[in-house]
């Protein structure tokens, strides 16, 4: 069951075919996709967001496609859906309007990595996981980790500004971040930001870019920061008989000053979903956390390891307190954490995602509200995530169709306990379409009318990713 698109406005079909033949002349035909099959393969993203049909796909190689296929598409008044790996889960890659898809995965060079610096220099269709491997083959660390890194691109990771569970230590996309090359709608490009750490130069338009869901620009170039690689880590798995055990557990480490890279937790149903796919997990739990710590020769972990396996324990909740015993053991546990999205969709019919995040404090209220309003409209839930900072996936699940009305009043009332309890509304997945709705729970109607103005100086037209973050009205199909 999908989520129908917005109410936006559709582009005549002789300003269509007009931008598509301009297109096919300036780019050639190798970069204009008008196959059925190719335009379909670019109609979705991972989310449950139903898009049109584009018209056309724009295959780029480079900055000069993406700056003609803007200058094109602006002259003629047709929509541009900017798109990388379409990995996302709020429909920020489908194209509600129709128009033509700006697909960047053949922009994928690795243009530079500069250990003296601790800089690289990458096109948006880099896979997160390749541009991984390629700074530690040097010695050096990219952190943010979202849990598809190896098949995300970082063109998606920055639109989004993506988290991951490193994000407790690391923090996310946005601090990485140090500079953007961007193409606007008419084809003007903009670089923005510097090479150096520090720099406060004019407005920060870059942190502005970042996690504009590709409403504003489209990235043709981008400038991260590294830093050298940890060269210890370890991994501990922690059981316990119910989630509230494991929350309380996640405020004693905090509050004790550890800061752990990873702090996940995993609920009841979570941890059925992983014994389904052939995981032996103690059936005595009914919650997890999969904790891990890293360092160096000026940060040994054994002190860190002890003070944790005390803290996890404490008050005698805890079932089992392990640390992984070599590489190949975490890599395991690690490969279970990264499959649990498709692991739980195997459970129903029908899965939608929710990544809230409240204050740290509050997560175990998080996870009673999640569970009442579950219970108050009979939906199925389960939740695991970045507990750490306060960053929890809810998923809904069904079966039947009739049972839509159900879980989207149960989605209704997790937004509103999670602004109710001084949260936000999205962690890391963004607005997109599938939270446009929910915006002005969060935000008031002054604010979101100075980003609609913003939104109006960079893309005046209102045609690039049209449809998405603010709320024009949409439906369930």
């Known amino acids: 069951m999908l989520i129908a698109p917005p109410e936006v406005r559709l582009p005549s ?90 697909a960047t ?22 896979v997160t996981g390749a541009l991984h491997a390629a700074v530690e ?111 309380a557990a996640v405020t004693r480490v905090i509050a004790r000053g550890l800061v752990p890279r990873c702090l996940e937790l995993l609920d009841a149903w979570t941890l059925e979903a992983i014994r389904r796919q052939g995981i032996s997990v103690d059936p005595r739990a009914g919650a997890m956390l999969l ?6 020769a000026d940060a040994p972990l054994d002190a860190t390891l002890e003070a944790l396996g005390e803290t996890l324990s404490e008050g005698g909740q805890a079932i089992d307190v392990v640390a992984a015993q070599d590489e190949a053991q975490r890599a395991r546990l690690w490969e279970a954490r990264r499959m649990l999205s498709m692991a739980t969709r195997k459970l129903t019919k029908y899965k939608l995602s929710e990544d809230v995040v409240v204050p740290r404090s509050r997560l175990v209220e998080l996870l009673d509200e999640a569970a009442r309003v579950c219970e108050r409209e009979r939906v199925r839930h389960l939740t695991y995530g970045h507990a750490g900072d306060g960053n929890m996936h809810v998923n809904f699940l069904w079966d039947d169709d009739g049972e839509r009305p159900a879980v989207d009043r149960a989605i209704d009332g997790l937004m509103r306990a999670t602004v109710r309890l001084g949260g936000t509304l999205s962690g890391e997945h963004g ?13 008031g109607p002054e604010l979101i009318a100075l980003q609609e103005d913003l939104k109006r100086v960079f893309d005046p037209s209102g045609l690039l990713n049209p449809g998405k973050i603010f709320p024009t009205g949409h439906r369930a199909c």
């Not at 300036?26 to 996709?33: A, C, F, M, Q």
């Not at 379409?433 to 935000?443: F, G, H, M, R």
């Open 13 to 102: 079909r002789d300003a269509v075919e007009k931008a598509v033949r301009e297109l096919d002349r300036r780019l050639g035909p190798s970069k204009v996709d008008v196959s059925e099959a190719g335009r379909l393969a670019h109609a979705r993203d991972d989310s449950a967001a139903a898009g049109r049909l584009p018209d056309a796909v724009v295959l780029a190689a480079g900055r000069d496609d993406v700056k003609v296929a803007l200058e094109v598409c602006e002259t003629h008044g047709v929509p541009v859906t900017p798109r990388a790996a379409g990995t996302g889960r709020t429909g920020g890659a489908v194209p509600v309007a129709g128009g033509v898809v700006l």
């Open 137 to 247: 083959a040097e010695g050096l660390f990219y952190p943010p980790d979202p849990n598809s890194l190896s098949s995300c691109m970082i063109g998606g990771n920055v639109a989004e500004n993506a988290g991951g569970p490193r994000a407790f230590k690391y923090g996310v996309t946005r601090e990485y971040v140090l500079g953007l090359e961007a193409c606007l709608m008419g084809g003007r490009v903009l670089r923005t930001g510097r090479r150096t750490i520090k720099g406060v130069t004019g407005y920060d338009v870059t942190s502005l870019l970042v996690g504009s869901e590709g409403t504003l620009g489209v990235f043709t170039e981008i400038t991260l920061r590294l830093v050298r690689a940890p060269t210890e880590i370890a991994t501990v798995l922690a059981l316990y008989a119910d989630a509230r055990a494991a929350a």
């Open 431 to 443: 607005i997109g379409v599938s939270k446009a709705a929910y915006l002005p729970l969060e935000q």
């Open 105 to 126: 995965q053949g922009m994928a060079d690795v243009v530079d990595v500069d250990r003296h610096d601790l800089v690289a220099v990458v096109q948006p269709g880099v």
């Open 291 to 296: 904790v891990e710590v890293d360092g160096g």
